[in-house]
């Protein structure tokens, strides 16, 4: 398996607080990405990273942002967590600009 | 709207028989496709990547891209009960990023 580790795998929380999830991953890969998966919607890409201090936002990304300090780890947050973003989130990565992604577990975040 | 298809299912078939999935894409620039498998509660796992026109073929799963009707499909010879999951179809978008558009994937049963 891709050595890939998202955390917390699970976090339920309040409406209104902010949210941090964390992917980490251990294959110096330059690309990294944040996916939120709802029924009827499959994945959809809210943010991604082509390398450190470099992102960009994806077609689900208000309220969203996110950070990569090292190449090694990507932060997502929620601003001010609403109960639209209660989802399954996961990180990919990938080595470069053709070949596939490989997905993290994922996080089940619920906003209640 | 860039747009991957799939038909939902659930797709029914018995065990030792071949499964058909089918995805169509819009983006007629689009050119590297993914197939994902997804297990309930599960992250997706690829098992197979084509890039271009015909077929490609991994043990039981075979992969066929025709580009010029937008069509990409996957056929697992023998199924097995394993191979119950949901298929995900990933194409990528022409542009910088290595941005993937999922389909919402076709439910696959493969009975005993």
């Known amino acids: 398996d891709a050595g890939i580790t998202q955390s917390p795998r699970h976090k339920v929380t309040e409406t209104g607080t902010p949210v941090t999830l964390r992917c980490h991953q251990t294959?110096?890969?330059?690309?990294m990405y944040w996916y939120r998966q709802d029924p009827g919607h499959g994945l959809r890409l809210i943010h991604y990273?082509?390398?450190?201090?470099?992102?960009d936002k994806g077609e689900v990304s208000d309220g969203y942002s996110v950070s990569r300090s090292k190449t090694e780890d990507f932060l997502l947050t929620l601003e001010s967590a609403t109960s639209s973003q209660t989802s399954v989130y996961f990180c990919?990565?990938?080595?470069?600009?053709?070949?596939?992604?490989?997905f993290g577990d994922g996080t089940r975040l619920s906003i209640l | 709207q860039k747009e991957v298809e799939q038909n939902s299912g659930p797709l029914s078939v018995p065990e030792g028989a071949i499964a058909s999935l089918n995805c169509t894409y819009s983006d007629r620039g689009s050119q590297s496709f993914f197939w994902y498998r997804q297990y309930s509660g599960k992250s997706p796992e690829l098992i197979m990547s084509i890039y271009s026109n015909g077929d490609k073929e991994d043990g039981r799963f075979t992969a066929q891209l025709n580009k010029a009707s937008q069509y990409v499909s996957l056929l697992i010879r023998d199924s097995q009960p394993s191979d119950s999951a949901t298929y995900l179809c990933a194409v990528k978008v022409e542009g910088g990023g290595n941005k993937l558009t999922f389909g919402t994937g076709t439910q696959l049963k493969v009975e005993l």
């Open positions: 294959e110096n890969h330059r690309y």
């Open positions: 990273s082509y390398g450190v201090k470099d992102t």
């Open positions: 990919a990565i990938s080595e470069g600009g053709q070949g596939p992604q490989h």
